[in-house]
T-cell receptor, first 109, second 112 residues
Framework: RKEVEQDPGPFNVPEGATVAFNCTYSNSASQSFFWYRQDCRKEPKLLMSVYSSGNEDGRFTAQLNRASQYISLLIRDSKLSDSATYLCVAMEYGNKLVFGAGTILRVKS | DAGITQSPRYKITETGRQVTLMCHQT?????MFWYRQDLGHGLRLIYYSAAADITDKGEVPDGYVVSRSKTENFPLTLESATRSQTSVYFC???????????FGPGTRLTVL
């Protein structure tokens, strides 16, 4: 079983749609959680951190549920430029990141 | 502001050859990491380093060697390349207890 699991998609949505990604992690000792974004053939870049209290950055909302070891990302009013692969990430001791395999999002006009 | 760079960006080699992938960062970050990315697996940690002369194994270290004699450089060597090491390799760096890792542009390695 992978330590961080995501639905690979692809999620094909029209512009303006709301889309939600889910992720589960198996290591209860994981310290921090993130969503990274990766464009085709590019390096991953941090999208946002994820907290139990939930956090919002513009159209993006992330949520962590430590009891069920579940992480979510909600994107509202999808734009064409949101098309990318979204990586769910857990940080372990020593700044080590454990990545999910990624969820592909395609936003179409 | 060069940030973090990797070289070469593309490399084709043959089975059994030694290959070294270079990673250089200009931020003086103490932590550096090497990942490989394969379809269906996402990114997997190969080796990491908390400071110069301190390295440790990640999830998939077999067949790889690293060194860190200077803070800014973290080369990754494939001692005897195998076809299964065909992958995209990303180097990253961060500060201690930092939330964000900064990734280089990647090296696409093909082993024939």
């Amino acid at each position: 079983r992978k330590e961080v699991e995501q639905d690979p998609g692809p999620f094909n949505v029209p512009e303006g749609a709301t889309v939600a990604f889910n992720c589960t992690y198996s290591n209860s000792a994981s310290q921090s959680f993130f969503w990274y974004r990766q464009d085709c053939r590019k390096e991953p870049k941090l999208l946002m951190s994820v907290y139990s209290s939930g956090n919002e950055d513009g159209r993006f909302t992330a949520q962590l549920n430590r009891a069920s070891q579940y992480i979510s990302l909600l994107i509202r009013d999808s734009k064409l430029s949101d098309s990318a692969t979204y990586l769910c990430v857990a940080m372990e001791y020593g700044n080590k990141l454990v990545f999910g395999a990624g969820t592909i999002l395609r936003v179409k006009s | 502001d060069a940030g973090i760079t990797q070289s070469p960006r593309y490399k084709i080699t043959e089975t059994g050859r030694q290959v070294t992938l270079m990673c250089h960062q200009t931020w003086s970050h103490s932590y550096m990491f090497w990942y490989r990315q394969d379809l269906g697996h996402g990114l997997r940690l190969i080796y990491y380093s908390a400071a110069a002369d301190i390295t440790d194994k990640g999830e998939v270290p077999d067949g790889y060697v690293v060194s860190r004699s200077k803070t800014e450089n973290f080369p990754l060597t494939l001692e005897s390349a195998t076809r299964s090491q065909t992958s995209v390799y990303f180097c990253a760096s961060s500060v201690p207890r930092g939330n964000e890792q900064f990734f280089g542009p990647g090296t696409r390695l093909t082993v024939l």
